[in-house]
């Protein structure tokens, strides 16, 4: 019992000498320098292009790179002299042949000059992560609705922390940050986040989906990897227009 008692005591003793060794403020400064691993070199560029290792999904010279989300047909949206898209009603909506993870997305876009109707049927589109997660689109000036549903919402699951839309009819621009939830045996271990700025204002700071964004029902959650970047077509001639978007990957 008496050796037991030792080496108990050895035991405690000793791990409390490496505690507080990690402790030990270091004296040098090249003890908390890092050296590896070097980051990778990105050249950034000025007034919304494209940093110099992002993917282009549209420059405004084709829609080659998506398709129709209903039946994967060449995208049916209408292309635009001045370099952009506009939704085609009642044609679907569109989606990018490529699949994707974990993004930091640029995208610009914004509704008709001329007004028709109100609420949710006013210049209305959403942008969808991995073709499941909604950022809406919206135009919000004078024109209330739902905040949870508003312009630069997560849809039907975060309000944004402000309204930043510029005047109807003017470009808005949105840059997001998509971290895309974690799945194991089917399911979910980690949710996913994301993050707004809308027009250079932070309105969705690294906010938990809770699941899929339905107009009816509960968020859902079913397993999934990789998927597409999605663009909707409300189906109520919104004419809402996009240009300059491009991602970058994070995993």
């Not at 079913?222 to 189906?235: A, E, I, M, T």
Request: no cysteine; hydrophobic share 35%.
């Amino acid at each position: 019992m008496k050796r037991l008692r030792y080496t108990l005591g050895v035991v405690a003793m000793m791990a409390g000498f490496f505690i507080n060794a990690q402790e030990v403020e270091p004296t040098k400064p090249e003890a908390t320098e890092l050296y590896k691993p070097v980051p990778p070199k990105v050249t950034p560029s000025e007034n919304g292009a494209p940093p110099s290792d992002a993917i282009v999904l549209f420059d405004g010279t084709s829609l080659e790179k998506w398709i129709s989300t209903m039946d994967s047909t060449a995208a049916k949206w209408t292309l635009n002299k001045d370099g952009s898209m506009t939704v085609k009603d009642r044609t679907g909506d569109i989606q990018t042949k490529q699949n994707f993870g974990s993004i930091q997305l640029h995208i610009e876009w914004k509704s008709p000059a001329e007004v028709q109707r109100d609420g949710q049927n006013r210049g209305n589109s959403g942008i969808f992560l991995n073709g499941l997660y909604e950022v809406q689109v919206l135009d919000n000036n004078d024109n209330d609705t739902y905040v949870n549903g508003q312009v630069a919402s997560i849809y039907k699951q975060h309000t944004p922390l402000a309204m930043a839309s510029v005047p109807t009819g003017e470009w808005n621009t949105y840059d997001i940050i998509y971290h895309a939830p974690e799945f194991e045996k089917g399911q979910k271990v980690k949710s996913g986040t994301l993050t707004v700025i809308h027009n250079g204002v932070l309105v969705q700071d690294h906010v938990e989906i809770k699941g899929t964004t339905p107009y009816i029902g509960w968020p859902k959650n079913p397993p999934h990897g990789k998927g597409p970047l999605r663009l909707q077509d409300h189906g109520d001639n919104s004419r809402v227009s996009f240009r300059n978007i491009w991602v970058r990957e994070l995993d």
